[in-house]
T-cell receptor
Framework: GAGVSQSPSNKVTEKGKDVELRCDPI?????LYWYRQRLGQGLEFLIY????????KSGLPSDRFSAERTGESVSTLTIQRTQQEDSAVYLC????????????FGDGTRLSIL | GENVEQHPSTLSVQEGDSAVIKCTYS??????FPWYKQELGKGPQLIID?????GEKKDQRIAVTLNKTAKHFSLHITETQPEDSAVYFC??????????FGTGTSLTVIP
């Protein structure tokens, strides 16, 4: 597909379980971003990957959150020992290497912690 | 770091009227300002953007203006239609490719 693809689209899990969210960026996009969006709220930055540089992890809310990216392809966001406050939509975006280019967003993973 | 403020948080207009959403930013190094529209259950979609070497950009019913001196930029939607109802986000970015988002404006167009 031409756009950013995220899976699963919905995830319901019990408190304390680990979850893994996946993002397939647009081919050729070197930058990849993860955001969290709570119901009715704005976008909360989590982590940013740019090519082979060290990721900017400054937005990760706790050590239960981690993310990986292999080269310029798929990224996974992992949340360990989920808590109810982790319930949100997790959005992924990608953009080209050059600055001043827009981000392209996926439709997100809606995560619900019971 | 950069701080982007967006107003108003909610906006209701009659169909056919204009809507204006305003954002301010704090970092003079920011040089790229996209606007996104987010419909329910979807990710944000780019609707228009402006770079710091330009003062205004227009695309049909949508326009964006930028005042670098005052560090503010605005989205203008003319002849609003019910399908314009959505949440709109402004953002600011610099050469580091980091994006800073406003808190969003929920626009309702009343038929």
């Amino acid at each position: 597909g031409a756009g950013v693809s995220q899976s699963p689209s919905n995830k319901v899990t019990e408190k304390g379980k680990d979850v893994e969210l996946r993002c397939d960026p647009i081919s050729g996009h070197t930058a990849l971003y993860w955001y969290r969006q709570r119901l009715g709220q704005g976008l909360e930055f989590l982590i940013y990957f740019q090519g082979n540089s060290a990721p900017d992890k400054s937005g990760l809310p706790s050590d239960r959150f981690s993310a990986e990216r292999t080269g310029e392809s798929v990224s996974t966001l992992t949340i360990q020992r989920t808590q109810q406050e982790d319930s949100a939509v997790y959005l992924c975006a990608s953009s080209p290497f050059f600055s001043n280019q827009p981000q392209h967003f996926g439709d997100g993973t809606r995560l619900s912690i019971l | 770091g950069e701080n982007v403020e967006q107003h108003p948080s909610t906006l209701s207009v009659q169909e056919g009227d204009s809507a204006v959403i305003k954002c301010t930013y704090s970092d003079s190094a920011s040089n790229y300002f996209p606007w996104y529209k987010q419909e329910l259950g979807k990710g944000p979609q780019l609707i228009i953007d402006i770079r710091s070497n330009v003062g205004e950009k227009k695309d049909q019913r949508i326009a964006v203006t930028l005042n670098k001196t005052a560090k503010h930029f605005s989205l203008h939607i003319t002849e609003t239609q019910p399908e314009d109802s959505a949440v709109y986000f402004c953002a600011a970015s610099n050469t580091g490719n980091q994006f800073y988002f406003g808190t969003g404006t929920s626009l309702t167009v009343i038929p």
